[in-house]
């Protein structure tokens, strides 16, 4: 078995097929194709055109009934383009000689597409640009979409694997469907590190190309003990892993014993023992939190309820989640809740934040709430009616 060295972030055991997810909204994951898998990424690319066709001649029609057939002519266009036999075969004959997915072959295409515009005469036609190279975005844009559904629907676990160790990547997934964390860059103190230890993901992270060495589905072991991945492991590599995990899975019953007791030290002083949580669901049964074994919460990190949507929840969503998680700690046990805390490596599609030489020491966490007072007035009244 191949193996890749890292640096271990989280720690854990864990053996699962691999899955590339984006970094980012606006990163596009990358991952080589078997060649039994080519025929069904030029599948996968020619369903998501058809897709994309059929929905631009829907906007034609709609466009056409409330503005006129000529502001509907654009997408007429953009049908054109999408159906060009020789785009289609330039992006096919990326898949099978780079052997790559079909969503970085056509990303490298649209690159292409624009580079070849811009380097044009004229400001005229170099401003056609984005119309010309729109319609396969949003090809793009149905196949990361369509292979992110298709993984959902199929309800297996995975190891998720990515360029950068990102919040984004750490809960892109449901956590009970989530066994490890993998990826090229990323620091132990990150956000994203954060996380993956509170949800008990093993994680690895430096591992050198990683992405480039991965097949979407492949089998890989994660160690997030010592740092290290095996890729496709042999039949031995796989009877020590699950000795080690049966060993750790022992070792975690006999701690559970001692879970519901009281944190005395030797000579008699108690310690009070909070938790952090993100959201309701960190509370649901199989979440592997008890909150009978825990004095509180000391962090409820609330920018997980403001990420993976196109607007802000309003006052009324945010005191309803509020409300629901106090309630499930009950009147006995404290519940302190950080406001808004964004910038840097947690970045909201919706609240744009100019790009700084250093994000930590920038706009950030409460910064950002004292530059938009309305943002922060909101969520402090909606602390307050949960309290």
């Known amino acids: 078995a191949r193996s890749i060295n890292g640096t271990a972030v989280a720690p854990g055991l864990a053996m699962a097929k691999v899955h590339v997810v984006r970094a980012a909204p606006q990163v596009v994951p990358t991952w080589s194709l078997r060649e039994s898998e080519i025929e069904g990424e030029f599948e996968r690319l020619d369903r998501a055109v058809l897709a994309v066709t059929t929905t631009l001649e829907e906007r034609r029609k709609t466009v056409a009934r409330s503005a006129g057939e000529q502001e509907a002519e654009i997408f007429v266009v953009h049908r054109m383009i999408l159906q060009d036999p020789s785009a289609l075969a330039r992006v096919r004959q990326r898949i099978k000689e780079e052997r790559l997915n079909a969503e970085a072959c056509v990303e490298h295409f649209v690159e292409k597409l624009e580079a070849t515009v811009s380097d044009l005469d004229g400001e005229s036609v170099r401003s056609y640009s984005a119309d ?33 160790l990102t919040p984004h990547v750490v809960t892109c997934l449901p956590r009970k469907r989530v066994l490890g964390v993998v990826t090229e860059t990323g620091g132990r103190f990150s956000h994203g ?4 230890r509170s ?5 690895v992270v430096e591992l050198p190309n990683l992405l480039s060495r991965l097949e979407q589905g492949m089998e890989v072991i994660v160690d997030g003990d010592v740092g290290s991945v095996q890729l496709n492991p042999d039949r031995d590599s796989i009877d020590h892993f699950l000795e080690r995990l049966s060993r750790r899975e022992a070792r975690r019953e006999a701690l559970e014993v001692h879970g519901s007791l009281p944190a005395l030290t030797p000579d008699g002083h108690r310690l009070e023992v909070n ?11 199989g979440s592997g939190l008890d909150i009978e074994h825990t004095d509180g919460v000391g962090l409820l990190r609330t920018e997980f309820l403001f990420m993976e949507r196109r607007t802000a929840p309003t006052e009324e969503e945010q005191a309803e989640i509020y409300a629901a998680i106090a309630g499930t700690m009950g009147s006995q046990k404290p519940l302190i809740i950080r406001t808004l805390d964004v910038g840097g490596d947690k970045p909201l599609a919706y609240l744009p934040i100019a790009v700084q030489d250093n994000p930590s020491l920038g706009e950030r966490g409460i910064r950002v709430g004292l530059n938009r ?3 922060l007035r909101t969520q402090i009244r909606a602390i307050l009616r949960a309290s």
């Open 373 to 375: 007072p309305e943002l």
């Open 275 to 285: 938790v952090n949580i993100e959201s309701v669901r960190d509370l649901d049964e």
């Open 199 to 203: 949800f008990g993901f093993p994680c």
């Open 132 to 164: 010309i190279s729109e319609p396969w975005r949003i090809v793009l844009e149905a196949l990361m979409t369509s292979e992110r559904q298709a993984l959902v629907s199929r309800g297996e676990q995975v190891i998720l694997a990515a360029a950068e």
């Open 193 to 196: 590190a954060v996380l993956a």
